[in-house]
DNA sequence: CATAGCCGCCTTTTT
DNA sequence: GGCGGCTATG
């Protein structure tokens, strides 16, 4: 069958990457090149050249880019092409060779909440100071060793003092009542895999075969284990295509090396590298504000920024007193913009942390703004969703003693704390699952009969589901939400919300069962553990989106809002102590800037409510550096006194010059007519200037930027 | 055994 | 400001 690639439609370089069929492929392609067209296309190319879809792995960065990836390439008959993140094919391959991986296939994949339970588990089990080794801390860690395929005896080997003697310890016993749970952490989806390719030349052999060309996207984000898994599964062949950014590098916090990228030649000695620097998203003038923002790393390779599109409006810098005057400012424009025709789908706003949202999404409820925010975990972390999930996880995981405890814990049953702890105790010195501990519960004689019979009633009802946990979820779900007496619990509570919630739940379920290829409840839920963010983000419809810059990656808007210029919050006040994490602060601004196709907006508010406390913020070191707000000495001459005070109002303008306006002169704005001018503060080529406009609106503009005229000039 | 209320803890970004 | 864990009470 023929695919049509449409080549005449590429750059250059764009269809050398895409007829680059043989040997290792190096893309490095700047933001809005139009990489994720030439993955797909160069998918139908090989194609077209005779290699099966069968043969062809494509790896994207998260679930909504492969769902994506799968229909764009549908459409041009690449049907077979297995497309997925990297943990999803890890949990399909972990699965399929868990015999030579040392596991079960019917491992739970634990959150992060699971794994602080386990690791405040370990922490205690290894009875060391909690201070200096507190689980979150202790988790980090381990999660780190993890990353760089470290296990706990060859970390142990390695180190000496105390803290590492220790940390390992910790470590093996965390790995220890991980694989009790028949459980595995994120990382350990990636490391068992890159273990199992490592260690066994029969499925190495077995598996390169079938993935004969390897392609990745968003390389710059792979961490050490994702880079040993692609580089096993294609040192045969070395058919191994990666595209990436060093500039959008924003994931280095949780083990990304942006080194894979850099020494990719190194590593594939006759790779073929193909640059794609122009840009055909942004404006002009987007695209070169990013270019100045990006231009102050220096732990990076020069790359250019081509603008093919032409120049556009200038990038806004607005400054309002507080979050709630900063998320008015933005529904304000917005509320504009639609009416003036623009689709609300087309305009976005991000943020650096998700509690930034509220304000935003309060002021677009009050001014009917239609949005989405762009949160997808937040449903599956809710209470009653984790609690009806609990009781799947244990049907489908018997030996999970997590969901064992949550499952008995979601409601009165006449079970309570002493007897499950009398229950744990009793597992523990049999050595047997929570479960089957339940099952035995004749034997525990530490608790009244009555107790034991109800503790033997719930292990009877749990075993029950499972003989028939075949096929298809949903009708599953119904039947366990009925019968475990949990709808009942609820109803009596009178928690409709959390009825609805769980029958949301159930639906999606019904979605799943008519889209995969074989459901079944094990693949239903090791599929919810890796749903994103991001994967929330539906671009069909006509709402606006607010989402944190770290979702917004990939995504393309005609108009962008960057909310919160603002020290300590971009730069995160957690980054700025570091060179490398500042560096990367900046280049996640770098990838909100270059999200925006036609118009971008950036704010600021002078004060903030942050968690719970009013504080004054100053600007961005950011905003600077892109050409708001002059030089640094701006900091001091502002007005940040012992009371709050409004931006000092220059007196002395008697002599208007260009750039210099008095209060209560008359001016025309392009967009919002004529003002009057309330205040105008004197930063020299910097200065700001409000002004309260005809519509009613006030504003503060940036003087150089704003290209006012005064009235009957 | 269950519940309510209080205290103290953390609090960036996410697969 | 929000949640989890602890305690006191019914």
New binding site residues.
């Given amino acids: 069958m023929s695919v049509a690639v449409p080549l005449e439609k590429l750059t250059a370089s764009q269809k050398k990457a895409v007829l680059h069929k043989e040997g290792p492929l190096l893309v490095l392609a700047g933001p809005g090149s139009g990489k994720t067209r030439v993955i797909t296309c160069r998918i139908a190319a090989l194609i077209e050249s005779g290699v099966r879809p069968y043969h062809i792995c494509a790896i994207t960065f998260?679930n909504k880019a492969a769902e994506e990836m799968r229909s764009r390439g549908e459409a041009s008959g690449c049907r077979g092409v297995w497309i997925s993140?990297?943990?999803s094919l890890c949990v399909r391959l972990l699965r399929q060779y868990a015999e030579q991986a040392g596991i079960k296939p019917s491992f739970t994949i634990y959150?992060?909440g699971d794994q602080l339970?386990c690791m405040k588990e370990a922490v205690a089990a290894c009875q060391v100071d909690s201070g200096s080794f507190?689980p979150?801390r202790m988790l980090e860690f381990v999660s780190r060793l993890k990353n760089n395929l470290e296990d706990a005896d060859s970390f142990k080997a390695a180190t000496f003092d105390h803290f590492g003697k220790t940390a390992a310890k910790v470590y093996a016993s965390y790995q220890q009542i991980l694989a009790r749970n028949n459980a595995l952490d994120?990382?350990d989806l990636l490391v068992k895999t890159a273990l199992l390719l490592r260690n066994n030349a029969q499925v190495r052999t077995e598996l390169s075969n079938r993935f004969q060309y390897l392609l990745i996207d968003e390389y710059q984000d792979t961490n050490h284990a994702q880079y040993q898994i692609a580089r096993l599964l294609a040192q045969t062949h070395g058919n191994i295509c990666v595209t990436g950014d060093p500039d959008q590098s924003?994931y280095r916090?949780?083990g990304a090396d942006i080194g894979n990228i850099l020494a990719f030649e190194k590593d594939w000695p006759k790779s073929v590298v193909v640059k794609l620097e122009e840009n055909f998203r942004s404006c002009g003038k987007i695209l070169a504000c990013a270019d100045k923002l990006i231009g102050s790393n220096t732990r990076r390779k020069v790359k250019q920024l081509i603008a093919t599109r032409p120049e556009g409006s200038d990038v806004e810098f607005l400054v309002a007193d507080d979050e709630n005057a900063e998320a008015r400012l933005l529904t304000d424009r917005i509320q504009k913009q639609i009416a003036a025709g623009v689709d609300p789908g087309q305009i976005a706003a991000f943020y650096?942390?998700?509690?930034m949202s509220r304000p935003i999404e309060e002021a677009f409820i009050r001014a009917r703004i239609p949005y989405q925010v762009v949160r997808g975990?937040e449903f599956y972390a809710r209470?009653e969703i984790q609690d009806f999930l609990s009781y799947l996880k244990l049907i489908a995981n018997p030996v999970d003693d997590l969901a064992f405890m949550r499952a008995i814990a979601t409601h009165?049953?006449?079970?309570?704390?002493?007897?499950v702890d009398r229950l744990t105790q009793f597992a523990k010195d049999s050595g047997m699952s929570l479960l089957a501990a339940a099952d035995y519960a004749d034997h525990l004689t530490s608790?009244s009969s009555s107790?034991r019979t109800r503790i033997r009633e719930f292990a009877k009802m749990i075993q029950k589901f499972q003989q028939d946990s075949s096929g298809e979820v949903a009708p599953q779900m119904d039947c366990v939400f009925a019968e475990t007496g949990y709808a009942d619990a609820l109803k009596n509570e009178a928690n409709t919300d959390a009825i609805e919630n769980i029958n949301e739940l159930i639906n999606a379920a019904a979605e799943y069962d008519r889209e995969a290829e074989n459901p079944s409840l094990l693949d239903y839920l090791q599929s919810i553990a890796?749903y994103?963010?991001?994967?929330a983000y539906d671009a069909g419809t006509s709402r606006t989106s607010l989402m944190?810059m770290?979702?917004a990656k990939g995504l393309e808007f005609d108009h962008v809002y960057i909310a919160g210029l603002e020290e300590g919050l971009l730069p995160?006040e957690?980054?700025v102590h570091s060179p490398d994490?500042l560096e990367e602060e900046r280049r996640l601004f770098f990838v909100g800037i270059t999200r925006a196709r036609d118009s971008l907006t950036v704010t600021y508010a002078r004060h903030r409510v942050l968690?719970?406390q009013f504080i004054r913020s100053t600007p961005s070191q950011f905003l600077y550096e892109v050409g708001f707000g002059g030089e640094k000495v701006s900091f001091e001459e502002d007005s940040y006194g012992i009371e709050e005070q409004e931006p000092m109002i220059n007196p002395s303008s008697s002599t208007p010059k260009a750039g210099m306006f008095k209060v209560g002169e008359v001016v025309i704005h392009n967009t919002f007519g004529t003002g009057r001018v309330k205040e105008f503060l004197d930063l020299g080529p910097d200065s700001i200037v409000v002004v309260q406009f005809q519509s009613g609106k006030t504003k503060s503009l940036m003087v150089k930027y704003a290209n006012l005229t005064r009235a009957g000039k």
Avoid: C, E, Q
Avoid at 532 to 535: F, V, Y
């Fill in positions: 998260t993140t990297f943990h959150d992060s339970r507190s979150s994120f990382d924003i916090w949780r650096r942390v998700n509690s975990v209470k009165s049953r006449g079970i309570g704390k002493t007897s608790v107790t890796l994103s963010d991001t994967d944190t770290h979702a995160h957690r980054s994490d968690r719970g």
